[in-house]
C-alpha cells in the first residue's frame, strides 16, 4: 500500500520569507512523488514532480522539492514567498511497481497562507 | 489551452436521487479519473479508467458506478444519492505512460463538482 502524509494542515509566512510544506510519504518500492496546487475555487494544477535523477526538482511558478529518500520525504519549498502562493498544497505519490495504471495516491492537503 | 470538463459546478440532490456526473476532456487523454475532495481527507480516488469501455475501482468505490462509452468522456454516476456523498467531486485526465523520464505522470483536473445530498 502506499500512502502520504501532510502533517501541517496549514503554514503560515510572511511575504517574502522562505516557505517549506513537508510532506512524507511510505511505498513498497521505488516511488514517483507530486506537487499539486489548488488555488480557491479551482481544481488542481501540476507543480512538480520527482520521477528519478537529481534529487533537487524545480517546477512552476518558482517552487522546488527536494527527494530525500533515508527520510521518506519531498517537502516543497520556495526561497520568497508571495501573497498569490496562498493556496491548498497537495502531495502525492505512486509505487513505481504499481504497474501501468495511475493510481495516485493524495495527502491531506495543507493550506499556505502567506501574510502580506 | 487544454481543458476537463465537469458539467456543473454545484449541485443540490435530494437522497434517493440517481445522479450523473459528467466529465470531458479534449486532450485525446486515455486515462481519466474520479476523485472526491473532503477536509481533513484530501483527495481518495473512486474509479479510473484507462480506455473506452474500461474501469477499475479506487479506493471508495462503494455507492458509486461509472461509464466512459466515449473517449473523451466519464461519468460517475450515484446510483441512490446518500447525505454521506456530499462532498466536492473531481474529475481528472492523463495521457498513457511512458517509460523512464519519458513517463508522463501529470493529471490534469477539472474545476470540480460540488454536490449536496439533502
Known sequence: ?116 | DVKVTQSSRYLVKRTGEKVFLECVQDMDHENMFWYRQDPGLGLRLIYFSYDVKMKEKGDIPEGYSVSREKKERFSLILESASTNQTSMYLCASSSRLGTGQATNEKLFFGSGTQLSVL
Open chain 1, 1 to 116: 500500500a502506499q500512502s502520504v502524509a501532510q502533517p501541517e494542515d496549514q503554514v503560515n509566512v510572511a511575504e517574502g520569507n522562505p516557505l517549506t510544506v513537508k510532506c512524507t510519504y511510505s511505498v513498497s518500492g521505488n516511488p514517483y512523488l507530486f506537487w499539486y496546487v489548488q488555488y480557491p475555487n479551482r481544481g488542481l494544477q501540476f507543480l512538480l514532480k520527482y520521477i528519478t535523477g537529481d534529487n533537487l526538482v524545480k517546477g512552476s511558478y518558482g517552487f522546488e522539492a527536494e527527494f530525500n529518500k533515508s527520510q521518506t520525504s519531498f517537502h516543497l519549498k520556495k526561497p520568497s514567498a508571495l501573497v498569490s502562493d496562498s493556496a491548498l498544497y497537495f502531495c502525492a505519490v505512486r509505487d513505481r511497481n504499481s504497474g501501468g495504471y495511475q493510481k495516485v495516491t493524495f495527502g491531506t492537503g495543507t493550506k499556505l497562507q502567506v501574510i502580506p
